[in-house]
């Protein structure tokens, strides 16, 4: 169930931010739904190798690489999707997954805080 309203949270971010910035562009509330299990399936999949692979420059950086492999995650799900799913380039991505980390920690807090009432 978690899971399932983390997919939602994100499909919700993901039309604000196609909302917000030009270079963002989502087609619809069932591409941003799709692109959000995508983007969940290639966190599952793909996100641990490439931590494995780039951990000297993620422990140099003191973990704000990840911030870029968030973001190439992103851009993974860019090309998956096509043209309903649109992030003009890596700056973009980039931006966008720091506003994910953001909220998405935000709203874990929130309610982790709320559980313990």
Known sequence: MRWLIGIL?????????????EGF??????AAVIASFVLSILNVLVKPILIILTLPVTVLTLGLFLFVI????????????GDAFE??????????????????????????SRKEK
């Open 9 to 21: 949270i994100n499909a919700v971010l993901f039309i604000a931010m196609a909302g917000y910035f």
């Open 25 to 30: 562009n989502v087609s619809g509330l069932a």
């Open 70 to 81: 968030n973001a190439v995650t992103l851009l993974l799900t860019d090309g998956l999707m």
């Open 87 to 112: 992030i003009s380039g890596f700056g973009m991505a980039l931006l966008a997954s720091v506003i994910l980390s953001l909220v998405n920690l935000i709203i874990q807090k929130a309610v982790e």
